[in-house]
């Protein structure tokens, strides 16, 4: 016994000090593989994450990430941050800077990190916060190595795997880890992984990738997405708990059917007189467009949008009663309050989840069921024999069925009382994007 007993004592030590002698490798610059510092403004030298899902109400995250820095533009790649609110414990959290010979310069502690809100320059308020490493180099090139670790009841998120993260960002080592119990499951999509060493080593109950080695990619003008030519790893659970509520993604179907029946539900009614306000202005009209273009009307002359993220992870709108009073909302709350007034005069509509983008459009994957982790907006949908019309709720000034650059021609998430499906919203032709100006000029004796 006391034999196995010392084995195990200087198997302990041998793999300390082997793990540590690793780890001091890495914090030198001038071990950095030649092949890698081409093109890179940061190397990531080692990339670990780890995530336990134990059980459907609980799931662990572990990072631990070292990146070699060479100038001013790898510092905006550092990713030294973690984002949280009140469902997430965060357990550790801390960033070590070394010089270029790996000699320490400074260790910052959780309490050191910049702690501030997540609100975005459109939003009035967000629940959301973010506590991010600050730290301006004395020289290049140096080394951070940054840990965070937290817990959380949520478990509808698990974080996409993009091992080659951007442009001038070189791969040393990435792996990738996702442990889960059996009555969770887990989807997964790969994409773009058949040019790239990548290593699967994934087995029941457990995922598992790692990256090494990749060099740096070079941006080029008028070439795709980052992200269509990149390694992605998309993964979500089968069966997961969020804020209170326990779901499943199975197919798109059932998850729209249950979050129309769980988060929509009851959220649309409104007070006597707006109803009767409503039905006067639609007197005598028949055509269920004909109504639907006087509601649209009149949400864009009474409400305006302001962006208030908070409740069930800015996930679920707000009453449309508390619309009506404030005359605002957000777009899921000015989506659902126009749904309302449409079914005080019979037109039905449905409540659709969309990525919203001008610069970059993206259609929801059919082929990869997740909990609106694809969207980013809302807008109403209402489905007609003669092909669908959209409203943009959030838009004062925006023609009825008119979605422009924002939210057209892509597959969007809608949620139906029957279930949830993938529909595309309008491609515009040529000629419905023409514009058209006349004007009368008359021109002074000065020019």
């Given at each position: 016994m006391f034999y196995r007993e010392f084995l195990l004592v200087l198997f302990s030590i041998f793999f300390y000090f082997q793990v540590n002698a690793q780890d001091a490798n890495l914090l030198n610059s001038l071990t950095v593989p030649l092949h890698l510092k081409e093109y890179s403004n940061l190397v990531v030298r080692s990339d670990y994450t780890k995530i336990e899902i134990s059980s459907i109400k609980k799931l662990s995250f572990y990072n631990k990430r070292i990146v070699t820095v060479f100038n001013a533009e790898g510092d905006k790649k550092i990713d030294a941050y973690i984002s949280y609110d009140t469902s997430i414990s965060i357990n550790k959290l801390q960033a070590v800077i070394y010089d270029?010979?790996?000699?320490?310069?400074?260790?910052?502690?959780?309490?050191?990190?910049?702690?501030?809100?997540?609100v975005s320059d459109f939003s009035l308020y967000e629940e959301s916060r973010i506590k991010y490493l600050d730290y301006t180099p004395t020289a290049y090139p140096y080394t951070v190595v940054f840990e965070k670790e937290y817990t959380t009841s949520n478990t509808a998120y698990i974080p996409r795997w993009n091992p080659l993260e951007n442009y001038y960002v070189s791969i040393q080592k990435n792996q990738f880890d996702v442990i889960y119990d059996a009555s969770v499951g887990i989807n997964k999509l790969e994409r773009n992984f058949e040019d790239y060493s990548i290593e699967n080593n994934s087995k029941e109950g457990h995922v598992s990738y790692k990256a090494e080695n990749i060099k740096a990619v070079?941006?080029?003008?008028?070439?795709?997405?980052?992200?269509?030519?990149?390694?992605?790893?998309?993964?979500?659970?089968?069966?997961?708990h969020y804020e209170g509520y326990v779901g499943e993604t199975k197919d798109w179907s059932s998850l729209g059917k249950w979050m129309h029946d769980q988060l929509l539900q009851g959220r649309t009614a409104l007070p006597l007189e707006t109803k009767n306000e409503i039905r006067n202005l639609v007197d005598g009209i028949e055509d269920p467009i004909e109504k639907a273009k006087i509601v649209y009307q009149y949400v864009q002359d009474n409400t305006r949008y302001i962006s208030v993220q908070e409740g069930i992870g800015g996930i679920q709108p707000i009453e449309a009663t508390k619309v009506d009073e404030m005359k605002y909302g957000d777009c899921k709350g000015l989506t659902n309050y126009t749904k309302a007034l449409l079914e005080v005069v019979g037109v039905k509509s449905n409540y659709s989840r969309v990525y919203a983008s001008s610069k970059n459009p993206v259609s929801v994957d059919k082929d990869f069921v997740s909990f609106v982790g694809q969207t980013n907006h809302v807008i109403l949908n209402i489905p007609t024999t003669n092909g669908d019309v959209w409203l943009e709720c959030t838009d004062q000034t925006s023609p009825f069925n008119y979605n422009g650059s924002f939210t057209d021609d892509r597959d969007v998430f809608v949620i139906a009382p029957d279930g949830g499906k993938i529909v595309h919203t309008k491609t515009y032709s040529a000629e419905e994007n023409t514009r058209e100006t006349k004007a009368d000029i008359k021109m002074d004796i000065s020019g």
């Open positions: 270029a010979l790996g000699n320490q310069i400074k260790k910052i502690r959780k309490s050191d990190f910049k702690d501030v809100s997540a070079k941006y080029e003008a008028l070439s795709p997405k980052f992200k269509e030519i990149t390694p992605q790893l998309y993964i979500t659970p089968i069966n997961f």
